[in-house]
């Protein structure tokens, strides 16, 4: 997939390294749950692109090994009805994670 056809995240920029303009190079192995993708690291199989904050990255003990290589922020606006304002738990949820966003 082209990162036009999706802004949100460009999921194919580890096949991107060190190829030519406009094209991938295949991938032997690709998962969509961390954990997974972090055993296969660990095992020597591969890298992973994870955020460092993230727990489980940190307790994996891996080493970054391509710091320069930074994604661009992403923009993004917590929207919910109108109902909610007033709400506790919706109050704790946008709290929760503007906190968390900040700590990152």
């Not at 660990?42 to 994870?50: P, S």
Request: hydrophobic share 45%; aromatic share 6%.
């Amino acid at each position: 997939m082209h990162k036009e056809l999706n802004p949100i995240s460009d999921i194919f920029w580890i096949l991107r390294l060190a190829s030519a303009e406009g094209s991938l190079h295949s991938a032997d192995y690709m998962s969509n749950t961390l954990e997974c993708n972090i055993k296969y690291a660990m095992a020597g199989l591969g890298i992973i692109a994870a955020y460092p904050a993230m727990d489980i990255v940190q307790k994996s003990q891996l080493v970054n090994v391509l710091p320069e290589l930074t994604s661009t922020p992403l923009n993004f606006d917590l929207i919910f009805a109108d109902s909610l304002k007033d709400d506790h738990q919706a109050n704790s949820l946008v709290n929760h994670l503007l906190k968390s966003i900040r700590k990152t």
